[in-house]
């Protein structure tokens, strides 16, 4: 009887030391549309069920969204733009009660759909974690129209280090530019003739997604992402 019970013991304190410490809201694998030529944020919520403090730490694991987009993978602490999305990283420690986030933040300026996955854990015991799947498309409509009106608009460097220069097809057709940052916050806005030399100093903003939107004669609006 009392090697029984030392069993159960032992099961009992070895269930305590790797109960969950967190849950996942709403699900680990979440099945997103991207509004074109928009700026998309997909939140997978981590929510601290333990009495302590928890820290969190992440692995990136893949990324097949396509080439064209903007991405942004942001935790509760920093935001990496693709291509420079570290191989791991730390969250902010996540008091008792509390909710720690990972969001994939994406524009998509073509149709297509992908995949990104992360893998987050509990930092004191990393096979406590759950593998977070972003699977997200496009409603960018697809044809060759579309493809050529596209191109018609041109941003570069991208990414950019200090000035960003615009070009268009139908440079007279341009009379307002704005730039977005990832939160939707308003950075730019100025209005330009349309053979006005079009050249934006971006040198104090922050490594990040944002968004170029244009505006021409007709009010009709056209988006463009670049990351610096």
Do not use: R
């Not at 933040?105 to 987050?120: E, L, N, P, W």
């Not at 030399?197 to 021409?216: A, E």
């Amino acid at each position: 009887m009392k090697k029984i019970l030392l069993i159960i013991i032992i099961a009992g304190s070895s269930l305590i030391a790797t109960a969950q410490t967190y849950t996942i809201s709403p699900s680990s694998t979440v099945n997103e549309t991207a509004l074109c030529n928009q700026f998309n944020a997909f939140y997978i919520y981590q929510n601290n069920v333990s009495v302590n403090t928890l820290n969190l730490g992440w692995t990136f694991i893949s990324n097949n969204l396509p080439s064209g987009w903007g991405i942004q993978f942001c935790d509760n602490f920093n935001c990496y733009s693709w291509p420079n999305i570290p191989a791991t990283g730390t969250m902010t420690p996540v008091v008792a009660g509390g909710q720690a986030s990972t969001s994939l933040d994406v524009t998509a300026a073509t149709a297509g759909s992908g995949t990104f996955i992360v893998y987050v854990y509990d930092i004191a015991n990393p096979t406590n974690g759950d593998t977070l799947t972003y699977i997200v498309t496009s409603d960018c409509p697809t044809g060759i129209a579309d493809q050529s009106q596209d191109n018609s608009l041109s941003v570069f460097p991208n990414p950019v280090i200090d000035y960003l220069n615009i070009t268009s097809d139908k440079s007279s057709s341009i009379e307002h530019l704005f730039i977005y940052n990832s939160f939707g916050q308003q950075l730019y806005e100025k209005t330009i003739s349309g053979s006005e030399f079009k050249k934006i100093d971006v040198s104090h903003y922050s490594p990040g997604l944002y968004m170029l939107v244009i505006k021409d004669e007709n009010g009709k609006q056209t988006s463009k992402s670049f990351v610096k």
